[in-house]
């Protein structure tokens, strides 16, 4: 598919920008098809001449990976479905409950089973699921920063990221945390990104620092102990 960087409207430079909230507004479903024009976020040199909004948000539908508290597998290791399904309602403009996201989860790791995928993915791996089960297209970037997450929030984008889970020190995970994770960022303001995670039932809307989540960005190396040297890179999905 053709790369071409992003032309950068006028209308990211308006007074809007400033707004406390980013409006969405979505085009119909366009499921199964893809775009030719695949977009590449601009490097963070030109990301810092832009005036991003101060503050963003996403109104993302929040599950947690274990919908009825039962934490053995498949929802154990099911944070990149939870993931993925939280991001899918968003385009989908469609509320999750607790019951469909149960149904969801199941329904995905069936598939990926059959499709003979591990638990832990890689996004690489995790691009290619979403579009082959989902239809949409799926956009891993290794240009990982602040200011590039912030961009994407600023597009209506929500970004899901891998991480090094008990770096995050989130004292609501169980135990010490898991060590390979994901989460979906929703938004951000001058301190924090505020992340849908579904790795505990308090995770919607939960905040982390900017350097948390930055420092924490790790992608599935195959190892468990060697998540820390994973590489930095996250994941936009697009109708």
């Known amino acids: 598919m053709r790369k071409t960087y992003l032309t950068l409207l006028s209308a990211i430079l308006c007074s809007a920008c400033t707004a406390s909230t980013i409006e969405v507004e979505l085009e119909p479903s366009s499921e199964g098809q893809s775009n030719e024009i695949q977009e590449v976020i601009p490097e963070e040199s030109v990301i810092e001449e832009i005036k991003l909004p101060k503050k963003a948000y996403l109104s993302v539908p929040f599950t947690v990976q274990a919908p009825n508290a039962d934490w053995d597998n498949p929802y154990q ?8 399904i939280m991001v899918d309602y968003f385009l989908r403009e469609s509320e999750l409950d607790v019951d469909q996201a149960n149904r969801e989860i199941l329904q995905l790791t069936q ?3 059959a499709e003979r995928y591990k638990y832990d993915v890689n996004l690489d791996e995790l691009a290619t699921i979403v579009e082959d089960y989902y239809g949409y297209n799926a956009r891993v970037s290794d240009n990982v920063t602040k200011e590039s997450i912030m961009y994407e929030i600023s597009k209506g984008n ?3 990221v891998p991480a090094a889970g008990r770096n995050l020190g989130n004292p609501y995970y169980s135990g010490e945390g898991p060590w390979y994770h994901m989460l979906v960022i929703t938004g951000y303001n001058w301190r924090h990104f505020i992340t849908n995670d579904p790795g505990t039932k308090r995770g919607e809307d939960y905040k982390y620092t900017h350097d948390t989540v930055i420092d924490s960005i790790h992608d599935w190396t195959g190892v468990k102990e060697d998540i820390e040297n994973g590489p930095k890179r996250m994941l936009i999905i697009e109708r």
């Not at 290791?77 to 993925?84: F, G, K, P, R, T």
């Open 158 to 160: 929500p970004v899901i």
């Open 111 to 113: 598939w990926e089973e």
């Open 77 to 84: 290791e099911a944070c990149e479905e939870a993931s993925v």
